[in-house]
């Protein structure tokens, strides 16, 4: 509402996400109420290919961007000047997209006088159930964040803002990466771990003996380039052509099973060592597309409850990427007086545990 954005509850931010291939724009009040969001997701443009075509996917963010974000601030009944803050995801991410959403959010700064913040996307993902609503008042700190997506795999201790502790993470493949090409191999469109899921509901997940990569080992880290080499093989064993729809699904369910055991191995793991360094830690939090997965959170849900943990995974549109994740991080990183300059640059690679960029500023 106009004239009320300077009062605390309400001071609003707008935050941008075209890190990959989600073009996202949302404007959040410092309570963590959501003012208004758009997202729009580029998967038809990239399916034909098969995967992200970083190109195209910067196109389609200068394309959709400018329009979204007129459209988010008029919903919200802000004008630019009214911000307390203009932010994007500024890295790790596909360096086209984040020069695109980086250079919007700093144009908005510079000509509505307002700060820019420029938000790490795995913090955005990490800071997420601190929203006030996914648990009763937001996630206090510490807790143990799992993040499961396309791009990354990795249990994170979350201290406090700006204060993160990976405890371990995938040394090949991503799950999601994973999940889409054994669908790729089942002949199953991308992206391919929606559909894979679909098809081993029909499935036994008894039938093939896969790997469980990591199982048992010490630490958290994760493998899973062999367990999809291992569905290869077996896939390999067939004539040309698709596979018969029944081994299809057998082959989709016991590649699942696998995965969701070797997560909850791993998280199981995380859960230990993080409650060592803190012993008060209760909140294990799922988050990226494959925490939609029903057959991974059952596993997750099972093994927290017996490491006296509660899981909590937040609804999939804040789950997978978003805009509000990052105008709610930025809010967080407002809280504490961290802006950055507007010759920030965004980074391709951006560590989670790497030093602050921000720069605290006098309140
Ligand atoms: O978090 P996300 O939307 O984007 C990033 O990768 O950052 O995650 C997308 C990934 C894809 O690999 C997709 O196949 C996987 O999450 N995914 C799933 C499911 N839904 C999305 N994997 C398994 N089961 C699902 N239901
Ligand atoms: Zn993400």
Redesign the pocket.
């Known amino acids: 509402m106009p004239g009320q954005s300077s009062t605390s509850a309400t001071a609003a931010v707008l935050g941008i996400e075209t890190s ?1 291939d ?1 073009t996202a724009a949302a404007v959040v009040a410092a309570d963590g109420r959501i003012l208004a969001e758009a997202l729009l997701s580029q998967q038809g443009e990239h399916a034909p290919f098969g995967g992200i075509v970083p190109e195209i996917a910067a196109r389609a963010h200068i394309r959709y961007l400018p329009a979204m974000v007129e459209r988010v601030l008029a919903e919200a009944g802000l004008h630019p000047s009214e911000l307390a803050a203009a932010a994007a995801s500024s890295g790790p991410g596909l360096i086209g997209g984040l020069i695109v959403g980086s250079g919007v959010a700093k144009g908005i700064a510079l000509a509505a006088g307002v700060p820019f913040v420029a938000i790490n996307h795995l913090e955005a993902h990490a800071l997420t159930p601190r929203l006030p609503g996914l648990v009763a008042g937001g996630a206090p700190f510490p807790y143990l964040l799992l993040l499961v ?4 795999c990795q249990c994170v201790g979350v201290l406090g803002v700006g204060r993160y502790r990976r405890l371990g993470g995938t040394v090949d493949d ?1 799950v ?2 994973a ?2 090409k054994v ?1 790729k191999l089942l002949g199953l469109p991308w ?4 559909a ?2 679909r098809l081993a509901a029909a499935g036994d997940p008894r039938r093939f003996k896969l790997p469980r990569p990591m199982l048992g080992r010490p630490g958290c880290d994760f493998s899973f380039s062999g367990l999809k080499t291992a569905v290869a093989h077996l896939a390999a064993t067939y004539p040309p052509g698709p596979l018969p729809a029944r081994d299809a699904a057998d082959l989709a369910a016991s590649f699942q099973v696998a995965v969701a055991e070797v997560l909850a191995d791993r998280a199981g793991h995380a859960m230990a060592m993080f409650r060592t360094a803190q012993p008060d830690a209760r909140l294990l939090i799922a988050a ?3 925490a ?2 029903a057959a ?1 959170r059952s596993a997750l849900s099972a093994r927290a409850a017996a490491g006296g943990f509660s899981l909590v995974v937040p609804p999939p549109r804040l ?3 978003n805009a509000v994740m990052v105008a709610w991080a930025a809010q967080e990183r407002l809280r504490l007086g961290l802006l950055d300059p507007l010759d920030f640059a965004p980074r391709p690679r951006w560590p989670l545990d790497a030093p602050a960029t921000s720069q605290a500023v006098p309140a």
């Open positions: 990959c989600e997506s396309g791009g990354h991503a999601g990466e999940f889409d669908a992206p391919g771990g929606p894979l899921e990226g597309g494959v939609a997965n991974v789950c997978t990427d």
